[in-house]
T-cell receptor, first 111, second 113 residues
Framework: DVKVTQSSRYLVKRTGEKVFLECVQD?????MFWYRQDPGLGLRLIYF???????EKGDIPEGYSVSREKKERFSLILESASTNQTSMYLC??????????FGSGTRLTVV | QKEVEQDPGPLSVPEGAIVSLNCTYS??????FMWYRQYSRKGPELLMY????GNKEDGRFTAQVDKSSKYISLFIRDSQPSDSATYLC?????????????FGKGTLLTVNP
C-alpha cells in the first residue's frame, strides 16, 4: 500500500514563526497536494505539484509556499505563521487518475 | 454556484439502517467520481471509485452516478457503528496524469448501536 507520511501529528507555533510541514510518499507518485481542512469549510487546496520542482497554486495559496526538490517529498511552508492558519493540514499523493492517498494530517495551532 | 454541493448533516441512524449520502455538481466535465471516508482525526481514505454514469457495488457500499442530473449517491446497507465517519464526494475532470479532485464539504454520519 502507498504510504503518505506527514512528519508531525501536532504542532504548536508562535505568531510570526516560519513553519515547515513535511510530507513524504513512498510509491513514486508524480502528483502531490497540500490541503487545509476546517470545520464548515471542508478541504481547501493550497498548492499542488505534478512533478519535481513544479508547483501550482490552489484555491488559497496566500501566506503559504511549497517546495518539491525530490519526487517523494513535498514541503509546505508558512512564511510567517498567523492565528488564522491554525488548522488541520493534509498532504496527498496520486498517480494518474487513481484517486488520492492522504496522510494522517498535521494539526497546527498558532498562538 | 459551487462546483460540488454536499449536505453536511449531521446524519444519525440506528445500526442496520440503509444510509443514503448525496452530492450534486455543476461541472459537466466531471467524468470520475469518488467517495472518501474520513474517521475522526485521520486523513480521508478512498472508499469507492466510479467512472461515468451507473452503479458500482462493493460489499455493503453502492456508488451511483447520474450524469444527466449531475447527482452522485453513496448507499450503505446494514450500517454498522464502524461506518461512523465523515463521507466526502470527489468528482474529477480527467483521468489523465494531471488531474485534480474537487471535494464536497463532507457529510458526518453517526451509526448508533
Amino acid at each position: 500500500d502507498v504510504k503518505v507520511t506527514q512528519s508531525s501529528r501536532y504542532l504548536v507555533k508562535r505568531t510570526g514563526e516560519k513553519v515547515f510541514l513535511e510530507c513524504v510518499q513512498d510509491m513514486d507518485h508524480e502528483n502531490m497536494f497540500w490541503y487545509r481542512q476546517d470545520p464548515g469549510l471542508g478541504l481547501r487546496l493550497i498548492y499542488f505539484s505534478y512533478d519535481v520542482k513544479m508547483k501550482e497554486k490552489g484555491d488559497i495559496p496566500e501566506g503559504y509556499s511549497v517546495s518539491r526538490e525530490k519526487k517523494e517529498r513535498f514541503s509546505l511552508i508558512l512564511e510567517s505563521a498567523s492565528t488564522n492558519q491554525t488548522s488541520m493540514y493534509l498532504c496527498a499523493s496520486s498517480h494518474g487518475g487513481n484517486g488520492y492517498t492522504f496522510g494522517s494530517g498535521t494539526r497546527l495551532t498558532v498562538v | 454556484q459551487k462546483e460540488v454541493e454536499q449536505d453536511p448533516g449531521p446524519l444519525s441512524v440506528p445500526e442496520g439502517a440503509i444510509v443514503s449520502l448525496n452530492c450534486t455538481y455543476s461541472n459537466s466535465a466531471f467524468q470520475y467520481f469518488m467517495w472518501y471516508r474520513q474517521y475522526s482525526r485521520k486523513g480521508p481514505e478512498l472508499l469507492m471509485y466510479t467512472y461515468s454514469s451507473g452503479n458500482k457495488e462493493d460489499g455493503r457500499f453502492t456508488a451511483q452516478v447520474d450524469k444527466s442530473s449531475k447527482y452522485i449517491s453513496l448507499f450503505i446497507r446494514d450500517s454498522q457503528p464502524s461506518d461512523s465517519a465523515t463521507y466526502l464526494c470527489a468528482p474529477a475532470r480527467s483521468g489523465g496524469s494531471n488531474y485534480k479532485l474537487t471535494f464536497g464539504k463532507g457529510t458526518l454520519l453517526t451509526v448508533n448501536p
